[in-house]
């Protein structure tokens, strides 16, 4: 099974940033390391193996690989909408907001 992938721009938005801020911990690396955690959450998503826990009613959740950072995406048939990339450790009442208000 292979999904297509649909990335809201919040969630680009949400990798961007992301990206740049471990870049910055960690000039020369802290990018490349934090982009090929992001790709293998993506692949997990695209070839649809893991199954990954669903929350706040109806979106999935994978934890990026050594990166307190979560990706959260909503399965419509067989597309993944990739709704953000979000800092785990905020409260969950912020992620479920910002959630809400780009994909309801």
Known sequence: MSRALIFL??????F??????YEELSPGSGRARFETAF???????????VTHAVVFGH?????LQRFPYT???????ERA???A??????????I?????????
């Open 39 to 49: 790709k293998e959450a993506i692949r997990q998503i695209r070839d649809g193996i």
């Open 9 to 14: 721009p919040g969630a680009s938005q949400d």
């Open 71 to 77: 990706l959260y995406y909503r399965l419509t048939g």
């Open 81 to 83: 909408v990739i709704a």
């Open 85 to 94: 990339v979000l800092y785990a450790r905020w409260d969950p009442k912020k």
């Open 59 to 63: 979106f999935h959740r994978v934890t």
């Open 96 to 104: 479920e907001g910002i959630l809400r208000k780009r994909l309801g």
């Open 16 to 21: 961007i940033d992301g990206s740049n801020y």
